[in-house]
């Protein structure tokens, strides 16, 4: 019988299984076309002595980059090449755990098989790098295709600070309430680039959870990989009430900057 990492490790087992049904999810919205999105998860809270002494089943390759916050961390990657709908089927066929070489410029693939992580790695290391320096309990990043949300982007005003978060904001009262720091917004850079990466940690050291990449797609990070795409799922049902009013023939309304200070102070929201 194949044995797995997952083995008798309950805890371990339930992030990857929230992991996979994450990506069904993904798949179902029609948001991961082909091999579309990443997921990259931080698990070292679950890594126990036993896991500690298994050894590589790969080379130690290099991120491509020094994160001095990641050594001795363990992630969940999505692998290359790999589709969220099957990567809700068989996690650990579709991606793979890693651990972050005590220079904290390589890693190797401990389990199950060794599944090359995504093209998108150093972006997403580099992010949570980030988040550790700076004691943020966030341990999720999710990159997802948004149809909804990337269509926004075409339309230049919307690129400009805080418009798109303000109207998606209005639309309806829990876009407000479960992504209270809205949506920050990134001009169109190479995929999978240091640039891009760069930015994105910009933007989310600019108090915001939630980033949007022009007519590419949106990077979130949460808690757990759940919360992660439940803030992408509320903006981007905001969108579709947007676009459906539009569609209707109107401008819609929305709620009134009064509505939302009243929303924001009787629920206590960032401000």
Request: hydrophobic share 40%; proline share 5%.
């Amino acid at each position: 019988m194949k044995h797995s990492i997952l083995d008798n490790r309950p805890e371990l087992s339930s992030a990857i299984l929230q992991i996979a049904e994450t990506a069904g999810y993904l798949w179902e919205k029609g948001w991961a076309e082909r091999n579309g999105g990443n997921i990259t998860v931080n698990i070292t809270e679950y890594v126990d002595e036993q896991m500690k002494a298994l050894p590589a089943i790969s080379q130690t390759r290099a991120i491509g980059a020094f994160l001095p916050h990641l050594k001795g961390c363990w992630f969940y990657c999505k692998g290359t090449q790999k589709r969220m709908r099957d990567l809700a089927r068989d996690p650990m066929a579709n991606g793979s755990i890693i651990r972050i070489t005590d220079d904290c410029a390589h890693y190797e693939i401990v389990a199950d098989q060794a599944v090359a992580p995504t093209s998108e790695l150093p972006s997403h290391l580099s992010v949570h790098d980030y988040l550790l320096g700076k004691g943020s309990p966030y341990r999720a990043s999710l990159h997802t295709h948004p149809i909804e949300l990337v269509a926004m982007t075409h339309c230049r005003k919307f690129m400009e600070k805080d418009v798109a978060t303000k109207l998606l904001w209005s639309m309806i009262p829990e876009t407000k309430a479960f992504c209270p720091r809205g949506l920050g917004m990134v001009p169109y850079l190479m995929p999978g680039g240091v640039e891009l990466a760069e930015a994105t940690i910009r933007t989310i050291d600019e108090d915001y959870d939630v980033v949007m990449w022009e007519k590419h797609g949106v990077f979130a990070i949460d808690t757990d990989i759940m919360s992660a795409f439940d803030q992408i799922d509320v903006l981007n049902k905001a969108a579709q009430i947007y676009i459906a009013g539009k569609n209707m023939g109107f401008e819609p309304e929305g709620m009134s900057e009064a509505q939302m200070k009243d929303l924001s102070e009787t629920f206590g929201l960032p401000k």
